[in-house]
């Protein structure tokens, strides 16, 4: 059974992905990001799905999000 999911809430969550280049929200579950996109939306995809109980973080909420590198070698 999955942990507890929390979402984080941005300004802009920026995802260098075509599709979807900004999201404002993003939900995390052991690790890994479940749903992606607008707040209402995030919450409404997390509410429904498998991943209850779930917490809206808003730690991030006048910050802009990016995706980070590790360098491993070093």
């Known amino acids: 059974m999955p942990g507890k999911t929390t979402i984080f809430t941005a300004r802009k969550i920026i995802t260098m992905t075509p599709e979807q280049p900004v999201a404002h929200a993003v939900a995390v ?6 749903s992606l996109g607008e707040k209402d939306e995030v919450i409404a995809n997390i509410a429904r799905s498998p991943f209850t109980p779930y917490e809206v973080n808003p ?8 995706p980070g590198i590790v360098d491993a070698h070093t």
Not at 29 to 34: H, K, L, Q
Not at 59 to 66: K, S
Request: glycine residues 8%; hydrophobic residues 50%; without cysteine.
């Open 59 to 66: 730690a991030f909420e006048d910050n802009i999000l990016m």
């Open 29 to 34: 579950t052991d690790g890994r990001i479940v």
